[in-house]
């Protein structure tokens, strides 16, 4: 679908890959306002679970996007880094939820 965009005299062409690029950055995005609200809701900064499944899959949703529907490599480099750091904290997160678990049974 092509879009033309008038006060840049261009067209913005939508294709299925940008519709994944743009949900990857929402979803990047959208981490900070989850956070944000867990945070105002305790009254104190608060990081929740959400926040890495949701940097997670949004830095891997922009990664495929760009190696794959985009081929730039600036956006490549770009989010290599974030998916590492994601998974890391999910797994110490989850890693100890699990020994809090079992020292409270």
Request: hydrophobic share 50%.
């Given at each position: 679908?092509?879009?033309?965009?008038?006060?840049?005299?261009?067209?913005?062409?939508?294709?299925?890959?940008?519709?994944?690029?743009?949900?990857?950055?929402?979803?990047?995005?959208?981490?900070?306002?989850?956070?944000?609200?867990?945070?105002?809701?305790?009254?104190?900064?608060?990081?929740?679970?959400?926040?890495?499944?949701?940097?997670?899959?949004g830095s891997f949703m922009l990664?495929?996007?760009?190696?794959f529907g985009k081929n730039d490599?600036?956006?490549?480099?770009?989010?290599?880094?974030?998916?590492?750091?994601?998974?890391?904290?999910?797994?110490?997160?989850?890693?100890?939820?699990?020994?809090?678990?079992?020292?409270?049974?």
């Amino acid at each position: 679908m092509e879009i033309p965009l008038l006060f840049l005299d261009q067209t913005f062409v939508l294709t299925w890959w940008k519709v994944w690029g743009l949900s990857g950055s929402l979803m990047f995005t959208g981490r900070w306002f989850v956070q944000m609200h867990y945070s105002r809701k305790a009254g104190r900064t608060v990081i929740p679970i959400a926040y890495w499944f949701m940097s997670l899959l949004g830095s891997f949703m922009l990664l495929t996007y760009f190696l794959f529907g985009k081929n730039d490599s600036v956006g490549i480099l770009n989010n290599l880094f974030p998916p590492v750091v994601a998974g890391y904290n999910l797994w110490l997160e989850l890693r100890h939820r699990k020994r809090n678990r079992v020292q409270e049974s």
